[in-house]
C-alpha cells in the first residue's frame, strides 16, 4: 500500500462513493463520513505493517501464558471460591477471548488492511474485541467496589458469597454484549477498489454515518471509560483515606502500604492502557461533528491511533500481573498446585520405574519352573 493510504482515517475509500472506514481492529464502533469538503489527505506510516503484527504477536503469547495461568489456577484450584477468584477468572477469560483474535489482527495489519478470512469473522473479532473492552473494563471496576467493601466495612463484607458474585458476572457479561451489538451488527466486509483491499470495516448507513458516529464513540467513551474511571478512583480514594486513618505498625503497615501500591497501581495501569485509545476516539468524534477541521490535527490523530490500539491491548498483558500474581493468595495457590503436580509427576515416575524393574522377574520365574 501507498504510504499516503491511512486505512485509519475517516474518508471515502469505495468506487461506489459511500462513506466508509476502514478501521483499526480496536475501533469497532467507529465510523466515518468525509469530514470536511475537500477531504483531507491520507497519511501513515510504513511501520504499522509491520510494527503492529510484532507487537500483537508478543501480546499473544505473553497474554494468553499469563490468563491460561490464572484460569487453571483458579478452576483447578481444591480450595473456597470467593468473591475476588470469581471476577479474576472470569477478567482473565474475557482477555482470552480477546487474545484470541489477535492473529487475525496481525495477518489484517501485515497484508495492508485486507481481510483475509471472510464476513463472517469480520464480525465475530471485531465484536470479541468490543466485547473484550467493556467486559474487563467492567469487571475492573467490580474488583475495586469489592476491594473497598472488604476493606471499609469488614464486618458486612463477610456476608459476600461467589454466588452474588456469579450473579454481577452475568450481568456484566450481559451488558458487554448489548454495548457491543452495534459492532455485531455493522461490521462486514467491502472492497476498496482505491486501494484494492477487501476491508472490515463498519458498514453504517450512508445516511446516518455521523449521527451513528457520534453515538457510538460517545457510547464508548462514557461506559467503557468514564464512568468506570470514575468508580475505580472514587474507590481506591476511599480506601486510601481509610487505611491512612487506621493506625499501623510493624507488619500491620507493611501489609497496608502494599495495599496503597496496590491501589494506586490500578488507577495507573487502567490510565496507561485505556486514556490514550479513548481520548483518541473522542478526538475522532469531534471531527465527525465537525469540531476539529484542521487536517494537520486529523493527521495526528490517525497517526497516534496504532499506538493507542497497543496500549489496549497491552492490558490484556498485564492484568495477570496486577490482578493476581502479585496477591500473596494467588502465588499460595500456584505454589499449591505446582507442588501437587510436581508430587503426581514424581509418584508416576517411581510406579514406572517399579514397573520396568518386576518385569525381567516376572518374565524368568515360568521358564525356570518349566525347565
Not at 15 to 30: C, D, G, M, Y
Not at 66 to 85: D, E, Q
Not at 135 to 144: D, K, N, Q
Not at 232 to 238: H, K, M, P, R, S
Request: contains cysteine; glycine residues 4%; positive net charge.
Amino acid at each position: 500500500l501507498s504510504t499516503s493510504a491511512n486505512m485509519q482515517s475517516n474518508c471515502s475509500l469505495d468506487s461506489s462513493r459511500e462513506p466508509l472506514q476502514v478501521l483499526s481492529p480496536a475501533t469497532p464502533n467507529s465510523s466515518s463520513v468525509p469530514r470536511s469538503p475537500p477531504p483531507c489527505p491520507l497519511t501513515s506510516s510504513d511501520y504499522q505493517f509491520s510494527l503492529i503484527p510484532a507487537l500483537f504477536s508478543i501480546f499473544f503469547l505473553l497474554g494468553s501464558v499469563g490468563n491460561a495461568v490464572v484460569v487453571v489456577v483458579l478452576c483447578r484450584h481444591g480450595g473456597p471460591r470467593t468473591v475476588a477468584s470469581v471476577y479474576f477468572c472470569n477478567l482473565a477469560v474475557a482477555d482470552l477471548l480477546c487474545l484470541a483474535t489477535l492473529p487475525f489482527w496481525a495477518s489484517y495489519y501485515s497484508q495492508g488492511y485486507n481481510w483475509l478470512f471472510g464476513s463472517l469473522m469480520c464480525k465475530i473479532s471485531s465484536s470479541v474485541l468490543c466485547l473484550n473492552m467493556f467486559a474487563s473494563v467492567f469487571f475492573i471496576t467490580c474488583m475495586s467496589v469489592d476491594r473497598y467493601r472488604a476493606i471499609a466495612h469488614p464486618i458486612r463484607s463477610q456476608r459476600r458469597s461467589p454466588h452474588q458474585a456469579y450473579s454481577v458476572v452475568l450481568g456484566v457479561w450481559g451488558l458487554a454484549c448489548l454495548a457491543s451489538l452495534p459492532t455485531f451488527y455493522f461490521r462486514d466486509t467491502r472492497y476498496v477498489e482505491s486501494l484494492g483491499v477487501r476491508a472490515c470495516i463498519m458498514a453504517f448507513p450512508r445516511e446516518a454515518y455521523a449521527k451513528w458516529s457520534v453515538m457510538t464513540a460517545l457510547l464508548k467513551n462514557a461506559l467503557g471509560f468514564f464512568i468506570p474511571l470514575a468508580v475505580i478512583t472514587t474507590c481506591c480514594l476511599w480506601i486510601r483515606r481509610r487505611l491512612l486513618a487506621a493506625q499501623s505498625f510493624g507488619k500491620s503497615r507493611q501489609k497496608r502500604d502494599k495495599v496503597l501500591k496496590l491501589v494506586a497501581a490500578v488507577v495507573v495501569a487502567f490510565l496507561i492502557s485505556w486514556l490514550p485509545f479513548h481520548v483518541l476516539t473522542f478526538l475522532d468524534a469531534l471531527a465527525h461533528m465537525n469540531v476539529i477541521s484542521s487536517c494537520e490535527v486529523m493527521g495526528a490523530i490517525d497517526a497516534a491511533l496504532p499506538f493507542g490500539l497497543c496500549m489496549a491491548f497491552s492490558n490484556s498483558c498485564t492484568n495477570p500481573l496486577l490482578y493476581c500474581f502479585i496477591g500473596n493468595q494467588f502465588q499460595e495457590k500456584l505454589h499449591h498446585l505446582f507442588k501437587r503436580r510436581v508430587s503426581l509427576f514424581n509418584s508416576h515416575q517411581e510406579s514406572s520405574s517399579m514397573r520396568r524393574g518386576s518385569c525381567p522377574r516376572d518374565a524368568e520365574t515360568p521358564l525356570g519352573r518349566e525347565e
